[in-house]
């Protein structure tokens, strides 16, 4: 039975995804410690077995960025506002092109363990200020992203009792928070590498059968499938075009290509997905890994489609709004529609874990920038042991992890969407712009990278802070302010091509060192050629 004040599901299918979580939990511990590091080798720590094969790599990558977010939130999206929201899973499988044909194979020649290692290659006698400037950036965008998947369990548990209570929330956010520290701290990348495997084998497997149980209810039809969608959105034709969500207004549009801007470059400069480009043990295999994760995620939203109007088809887009409003209901309304409690507490479960690992994975990234850019090679000034900072990034991890749950306990009510495409649009304006210039442009300097990522952090967070998303509009997070000067919620289009500026505006007003040219010429052959390939 559906609704609203209970939550979403029944309570037997609260019983069962809960045996199902914690089977999967426990599974995935037990397989993190053992093949957690044996030996105090950073390397292992850091990018675990690089034997791994491509479709592994692979599955591990689309694990990693593939979270909660994609299997509710973009259904959802789909199921209220129809082709805009399908436009959305265009841009997210699209952001794999960028990483393919960018960065990837020249990122896994040139670098080591981190992004850090990549500029200090580039820019050894300014290395230590980029390298702190990189670890700020990376944490303030795991923390964002990190508070986002702990924010997004509440609201998944609120789809089973409603709104929970404050000790159920802080229930929820330690008991996901302190499993995501075991898996970065204790089982590093390999442990990571296990969960982010698991968790996409389920996920591809789960959208993949209930998209096909759609489709058999619609006789394999797509077209009687969008014209069922169509007539039970309250919309009629108009769901199928574009314009209920983005494209109103002048505003509206703008702030749907800057929110594709931000997705589709700022995936390149994710710091899980930055160092899951340096675990392949050849750039031949990385770029067969980038490949499977291309066809995998593509796989998975090309089914959240088809979830997402199979929701407004069988359940109704009135009933799933009047039950969320933002939709992220929709796949667990259709879920109980499909196959009762059963597939219903078989996507939550996916659901969680998903949520798990994307956490553990950011994480991991933000421990490892503090442990190797910031400890070893800023504050120890490259004197530290290998056993010295593996002790570091395990206890990095731990302060990562319980910063984000405090976070997350105070900001609960936080829109999670608006906190994952902050974290996406500061990548794509600080880190991107600082990856670019440190791999194609020969004139790079120190003063450029300093700019270029502290500016662009502030200018993607001054952005938010100064837009609807804060103040001016019922859905703020203060309604009753209004200092909203910024028309749009998504900073992208702006803060984007500041980066970018400031990364070139501190390249030439400063002049390059004697022996720069010498540095990138050595760069170079380093990043077209490779030690190992």
């Known amino acids: 039975m559906v609704t609203v004040s209970a939550g979403v599901v029944d309570r037997v299918s609260l019983q069962l995804t809960f045996v199902l979580f914690l089977s999967v939990v426990v599974v995935t511990l037990f397989m993190a410690l053992l093949t ?33 977010a994609t299997l509710l939130g973009s259904t959802g999206l789909v199921a209220l506002t129809g082709y805009d929201g399908l436009m959305y899973l265009v841009g ?45 950036c990376i944490v303030a965008i795991a923390t964002l992203y990190l508070v986002a998947q702990l924010v997004g369990s509440v609201a998944l548990l609120t789809q089973f009792t409603g709104e929970p209570g404050a000790t159920t929330r802080t229930l929820c956010v330690v008991v996901i928070g302190t499993i995501v520290i075991v898996y970065a701290s204790i089982g590093g990348m390999p442990g990571a590498t296990v969960i982010q495997i698991i968790k996409a ?5 789960g959208v993949t059968v209930t998209a096909a149980l759609v489709l058999h209810r619609f006789d394999w039809s797509p077209d009687a499938l969008l014209g069922a969608a169509s007539d039970r959105s309250g919309f009629g034709p108009r769901f199928l075009e574009p314009g209920l969500r983005y494209g109103g207004s002048t505003a509206s549009k703008l702030d749907f290509f800057s929110l594709e801007l931000a997705i589709v470059l700022g995936l390149a400069a994710l710091p899980h997905v930055l160092m899951r480009l340096l675990a392949p043990r050849s750039s031949g295999v990385l770029r067969s890994s980038v ?38 209901a929709a796949v667990l309304l259709l879920a109980h529609e499909l196959g009762g409690g059963l597939l219903t507490a078989l996507l939550s479960c996916l659901a969680f ?56 306990l105070v900001s609960w009510g936080a829109n999670t969407a ?30 450029g990278a300093l700019l270029s990522l502290y500016g662009g952090l502030l200018t993607s967070v001054l952005l938010v802070v100064f837009s609807p998303v804060v103040s001016s509009t019922p859905a ?9 000067w910024f028309p749009l919620q998504n900073p992208g289009i702006v803060s984007i091509p500041a980066g970018f500026l400031l990364g070139w505006l501190g390249s030439v007003t400063r002049p390059q060192e004697e022996d720069g040219a010498e540095q990138y010429a050595r760069f170079e052959v380093e990043m077209l050629v490779g030690a190992e390939d």
């Open 201 to 205: 084998v389920m996920l591809v497997l």
């Open 92 to 136: 997210t499988t699209v952001a794999w092109m960028t990483v393919l044909l960018l960065i990837a194979e020249p990122l896994r020649r040139a670098g080591k363990f981190t992004l850090g290692d990549t500029v200090a290659l580039r820019l050894p006698r300014q290395q230590r200020p980029v390298r702190l400037a990189l670890a700020v």
């Open 291 to 328: 490949v499977w994760a291309m066809g995998l995620v593509g796989l998975v939203c090309l089914a959240g489609g088809v979830l997402g109007l199979g929701a407004t088809a069988v359940v109704g887009r009135d009933t799933i709004a009047s039950t969320d409003r933002k939709g992220d």
């Open 353 to 408: 874990v998903t949520l798990l690992a994307v956490a553990a994975g950011l994480t991991l990234a933000a421990a490892s920038s503090l442990a190797h850019d910031l400890y070893a090679e800023v504050i120890r000034k490259g004197r530290a042991s290998e056993r010295e900072e593996l002790t570091v990034a395990r206890l990095a991890a731990g302060v990562i992890g319980v910063l984000g749950m405090l976070l997350a």
């Open 476 to 484: 703020s997070l203060y309604p009753d302010a209004d200092f909203a």
């Open 36 to 68: 957690a590091p044996q030996r105090d080798e950073i390397g292992e720590f850091y990018l675990g077995n690089r034997a791994m094969s491509p479709l592994r790599n692979g599955l591990a990558m689309c694990g990693d960025y593939l979270s909660a």
């Open 418 to 447: 608006t906190l994952a495409f902050l974290a996406f649009a500061i990548a794509a304006s600080a880190i991107l712009p600082t990856i670019v210039y440190t791999l194609f442009w020969r004139r790079f300097t120190a003063r």
